[in-house]
């Protein structure tokens, strides 16, 4: 566990996946001699509880609970151990979601601000940025212009690192045709504007290349 934590957190090469089996192995196997210290008579060999402690942890890391259980009884060719491993697996499954969320590699995504787990429409609108997307405001009105100081007064705003994921939900909540754009250092500096069709007609194009990618 030490040497998985130093390689991950120092960016080196290296996986989880044969480390979560060793980890989860051994958890089993200590489980398992504590287990026929105490109650000899009526537990079972200390191998099952490694190779159910082997797949209910891999599970939970990898988010794959069928893959692990069929990988698992492949190495044992047993069914009895196949279910076995099939309840330890669903135990850690729903341990895992309740209390972390998803597995390893959707922790990842979601530090980047990708959103996998809330589906294919939510990550769209977090891959589309806002500085793709907005106009600049020097050939605005005085009007408009005012219009834009009271919306970034009233926090009705995006920055150039917002992506519609952000933008979206004020254009729904507020009901705006548009919204400021402003430097991501200097809040008070508005440096375009992003108009709701713009953003709609992006995130439709991009539903449409989703949509074509999967059934071609």
């Known amino acids: 566990m030490v040497a998985v934590s130093i390689i991950l957190g120092g960016r080196m090469g290296g996986g989880i996946f044969s480390p979560s089996l060793m980890l989860g192995a051994l958890t089993g196997l200590a489980f398992g001699l504590i287990a ?11 191998t099952i509880y490694a190779q159910a402690g082997m797949g209910a942890v891999a599970a939970a890391v990898l988010g794959a609970p069928i893959s692990t259980t ?5 190495l044992t060719g047993d069914w009895q151990i196949g279910l076995t491993v099939m309840i330890a697996v669903a135990f850690s499954t729903i341990t895992s979601r309740r209390l972390v969320g998803g597995s390893f590699f959707l922790s990842q995504l979601e530090r980047r601000g990708i959103h996998l787990a809330k589906g294919p429409q939510t990550c769209i609108l977090s891959l589309l940025k806002v500085s793709n997307l907005m106009r600049p405001v020097n050939d605005f009105e005085i009007s408009q212009k005012t219009f834009l100081s009271l919306a970034l007064e009233e926090g009705n705003y995006v920055t150039t690192r917002s992506t519609l994921e952000d933008a979206m939900p004020i254009f729904e909540i507020k009901n705006l045709g548009f919204i400021p754009v402003t430097s991501d250092i200097e809040r008070e500096n508005i440096v375009g504007i992003l108009y709701f069709v713009d953003a709609l007609r992006e995130y439709n194009a991009a539903l449409v290349a989703n949509a074509s990618e999967e059934h071609s």
């Open 36 to 46: 026929s210290s105490i109650f000899p008579t009526v537990s079972g060999e200390q």
């Open 70 to 74: 069929l990988i698992v009884f492949e």
